[in-house]
């Protein structure tokens, strides 16, 4: 440094001070952690649509996890189980277009989460401290899938827990819960498998009533539903067929489909269960309908019934046409007892009280 010069001291400029800013994370129902920042508008992106086999899902798992910490956590077959779910859910959520088509028409989304938790189930009871406390619940949920005469409903059964060891108790408790389960699983998948094929038959009569529909609007009179009494009496009109005759035979086949559907709603019992099948009945109901009471028509016209019951005006003719549509109750009768028959194999309810246990 030069002679004479006088250090002046140098300050230095005040830096600020960086502060770290709390990272913000929100909890999903599942209990898992998504950071804030960019993470945030990603699970906003995906968030889950709120349905009814969703909620009931993530309420199981909530319970079985519980569960599972309160046992300690550690049976990794318990966590796995849980974890599929978990992981089951999130790709449900991230499912879109043709896929998610796919994923409704074949349910292995839910079917898979189901078969999860039950597996995790059947183990965390069958491990659980309070078994005996439990064993009623247990034995009353068995009943409901399994029949008298099966040897795993027999075992739990006959069960003594003041007499048998703990060990061999465990392994009879699951067996059971795992056949129950089963059992409930397979119903389900039964009720899906109908549900397809009602939706696959109500699409293949709708397009035949449409076609059917079209044709006789572009060649009125292509089909006779004209009945003869004096002078041809048509659903459009009197005297000659119009282009909405058609259309109007199957409209009032409908109105009178309708009837029946308002009929089978009212006296079908509740259900719990994941798919519902009584929109697709409905819907057979409705275009078969609509269907009969062409047919119907067609054979009054061609007098294959006889003059006793042909009509004699156009509104009686048209009256012909809610009958016939209604009509169509004979021959779903059939499909929907075996379509309640299903559901009730999927979700138990109790007996319906019959006229002597009412009194």
């Known amino acids: 440094m030069p002679s004479g010069t006088v250090p002046v001291p140098v300050t230095p400029d005040p830096v600020s001070e960086s502060r770290a800013e709390p990272e913000i994370v929100v909890k999903t129902p599942l209990g898992n952690g998504v950071s804030g920042g960019e993470k945030q508008p990603r699970a906003r992106g995906r968030s ?27 049976d990794l077959a318990v966590s796995g189980a849980l974890d599929v779910v978990r992981r089951t859910l999130d790709q449900a959520a991230s499912t879109r277009g043709r896929r998610r088509l796919g994923a409704w028409w074949s349910g292995w989304h839910i079917e898979r989460c189901w078969r999860a938790l039950h597996d995790a189930e059947a183990r965390l009871l069958a491990a659980s401290p309070d078994l005996a406390g439990r064993l009623v619940d247990l034995r009353q949920r068995v009943a409901k899938h399994l029949p008298a005469d ?9 069960l003594n827990l003041a007499e048998a060891p703990v060990v061999a108790v465990r392994p009879v408790v699951e067996a059971a819960l795992r056949a129950t389960f089963d059992a409930s699983d397979d119903a389900h998948n039964a009720v899906r498998a109908l549900r397809n094929k009602l939706m696959l038959a109500g699409l293949a009569l709708g397009v035949l009533n449409v076609l059917v529909g079209v044709l006789g609007t572009l060649w009125p009179g292509l089909l006779p539903l004209c009945v003869p009494s004096g002078e041809l009496i048509c659903p459009g ?123």
């Open 48 to 74: 889950r649509s709120t349905t009814d086999w969703r909620l009931a899902v993530e309420d199981r798992l909530r319970v079985l996890a519980a569960e599972h910490t309160k046992q300690g956590g550690s």
């Open 150 to 158: 099966d040897m795993r409903r027999r075992a739990l059964d006959e």
């Open 237 to 359: 009109r009197v005297g000659a067929p119009g282009a909405v005759d058609v259309w109007l035979v199957q409209l009032l086949g409908v109105l009178g489909a309708a009837v029946a559907v308002v009929v089978m709603l009212a006296r079908q019992r509740p259900t719990l269960t994941t798919y519902r099948l009584s929109g697709y009945q409905a819907l057979i109901k409705i275009l078969l309908g609509a269907t009969l009471a062409l047919l119907g028509l067609l054979a009054l016209g061609a007098e294959v019934v006889g003059d006793a019951v042909s009509p004699h005006s156009r509104p009686a003719l048209l009256l012909w046409a809610v009958v016939l549509g209604y009509g169509q109750q004979v021959s779903t009768r059939l499909l929907d007892a075996h379509a309640q028959r299903i559901m009730d194999s999927a979700k138990p309810l109790p007996p319906e009280p019959t006229a002597s246990t009412r009194h």
